[in-house]
């Protein structure tokens, strides 16, 4: 079945300190991938997503991530968090000619300490 | 531009009640989705709809009914409400194979 793995729920870091989240995926083929970032008691804002290209995407609020094929990953980073990264992350994918329908992980929480 | 919006925020209801949430997207979207969120399962597509007047099962249907009668509006409706469908519930919409748009969410809290 298809499915998104996030294997951290909790991740805490130092202000300024570098951050990695990851994502796995179980999909046949390679689909498009997202990440989310969902502030507490908001919606859901994209960071960056990945259709195809150069493996290594850029998004919003200083964040990337790169695709790598061979381990069926998409791995969020930052080189220096921010306390207003604080935030729970949801890595999704979606099947290409799938209508667009969305498979979350479970989500990571990110607590940033001053 | 509005984006996508969701009405109500919030909503209590009793075990056996019914009600309907409205989604309104402002951005000719062909594609509309609704999901819900439940704590450690991250977010769950219940019913989604490629196009005005259609609509299509997601992963998780049971208990919810929708409607696209008009493009810009995706209703949700819980004829029986039950316990389990307290969760909160996010409404999205897109242009075919493009990103979505999220709303705001309702918490809904079924007694």
């Known amino acids: 079945a298809q499915s998104v793995t996030q294997p951290d729920i909790h991740i805490t870091v130092s202000e300024g300190a570098s951050l990695e989240l990851r994502c796995n995926y179980s999909?046949?083929?390679?689909?498009?991938l997202f990440w989310y970032v969902q502030s507490p008691g908001q919606g859901l804002q994209l960071l960056l997503k990945y259709f195809s290209g150069d493996t290594l995407v850029q998004g919003i609020k200083g964040f990337e991530a790169e695709f790598k094929r061979s381990q069926s990953s998409f791995n969020l980073r930052k080189p220096s968090v921010h306390w207003s990264d604080a935030a729970e992350y949801f890595c999704?994918?979606?099947?290409?000619?799938?209508?667009?329908?969305?498979?979350f992980g479970a989500g990571t929480r990110l607590a940033v300490h001053p | 531009n509005a984006g996508v919006t969701q009405t109500p925020k919030f909503r209590v209801l009793k075990t056996g009640q019914s009600m309907t949430l409205l989604c309104a997207q402002d951005?000719?979207?062909?594609?509309m989705y609704w999901y819900r969120q439940d704590p450690g399962m991250g977010l769950r597509l219940i019913h989604y709809s490629v196009g005005e007047g259609t609509t299509a099962k997601g992963e998780v249907p049971d208990g919810y009914n929708v409607s696209r009668l008009k493009k810009q509006n995706f209703l949700l409706g819980l004829e029986s409400a039950a316990p389990s469908q307290t969760s909160v519930y996010f409404c999205a919409s897109s242009y075919s194979e493009e990103t979505q748009y999220f709303g705001p969410g309702t918490r809904l809290l079924v007694l």
């Open positions: 999909y046949g083929a390679t689909p498009y």
């Open positions: 951005m000719n979207h062909e594609y």
């Open positions: 999704a994918v979606s099947l290409r000619g799938g209508y667009n329908k969305l498979i």
